[in-house]
């Protein structure tokens, strides 16, 4: 029991460094610093809300609690206002690289839409998440964080429907493609490809299909075109993985910020490559 409470109280901060410190090795670029800065702010607060309890005298411990109670929350804010900022800039960088997008994207859905709904759904989600796990918030403050908790929830939700609307056209654009050039699918109907996400115990086989094979198969198609360039199936296996490892109790508060993160990247790679390739149909058929 000693050694789950040590997890408890240290998995948050340790978790919060480590991606602090993975944002200033690898996000070189501008939207970069709302991670660094983010992640930075996560790790003072988590950490000194847990340092402060082993030097104040238990005595003074109610006063720290009102006041840095308050300081936390704000922190919490500013931190996840800089997370999603980072996450809308990302967005915003994916989707003028290349310089010139496809217009065929909007075939599959709107990138946009589906970021600016987990910006919108992660600042009341990971507030309500965060105070919800301090032990010494009272009643009514834990019903806020609840309330905000289910806000966040269900706007994440939203955006997680969206993003299977999204994968469900994609392959729904695969299979037809492998179809109509004699290849043959791993996932015989976009119907199929989605529903068995829904399936207990066996959805977590069926991810590393949905998720981790979709790039096999719009590179199958890529390569009966003759087009250079390929998607990495990596990402979706990382995800897939993610998807299960969220589910572990503390671990999955973290692991699930850096789904945020892969998700949209993810999701980008695959409307952006199937449009590459439905372009290259309608050039076909105008030549």
């Known amino acids: 029991m000693e050694i789950i ?98 217009p065929s994207m909007k075939k599959f859905g709107n ?36 309330i905000f908790l289910i806000i966040g929830l269900i706007i994440l939700l939203i955006a997680q429907i969206y993003f299977l609307i999204i994968l469900h056209r994609v392959w729904q654009f695969s299979i037809n493609e492998s179809k109509r050039l004699n290849l043959v699918p791993t996932i015989k109907t976009p119907g199929q490809a989605i529903g068995y996400l829904f399936i207990p115990f066996y959805n977590f086989y069926w991810l590393f299909l949905a998720y981790g094979k979709i790039s096999g198969d719009l590179n199958a198609i890529a390569k009966v075109k003759n087009v250079p360039k390929c998607m990495s ?33 993810f999701i980008y790679q695959l409307m952006n490559f199937g449009a590459s390739l439905e372009q290259m149909n309608n050039t076909t058929e105008n030549i």
């Open 233 to 265: 199936g990596g990402l979706g296996i990382t995800i897939s993985i993610l998807c299960i490892v969220n589910l572990i109790p503390f671990v999955g508060y973290f692991t699930s910020l850096i789904s945020l993160i892969l998700f949209p990247i």
């Open 111 to 146: 990138f946009m839409v589906y970021v600016i709904l987990l910006a919108i759904g992660i600042i009341p989600y990971l507030i309500g998440l965060t105070n919800l796990i301090e032990k010494n918030a009272s009643y009514s403050e834990q019903a806020s964080m609840l």
């Open 5 to 102: 409470r040590f997890i408890e109280q240290w998995a948050y901060p340790c978790m919060s460094l480590v991606l602090f410190i993975f944002c200033i090795l690898k996000l070189k670029s501008n939207y970069g610093i709302y991670f660094i800065i983010g992640f930075g702010i996560e790790f003072f607060n988590s950490l000194l809300w847990r340092l402060v309890p082993m030097i104040i005298k238990s005595e003074a411990l109610s006063n720290f609690y009102d006041t840095y109670g308050r300081i936390g929350l704000f922190l919490s804010i500013i931190s996840y206002t800089l997370l999603i900022t980072g996450i809308i800039q990302l967005g915003n960088l994916l989707q003028i690289l290349p310089k010139h997008q496809n």
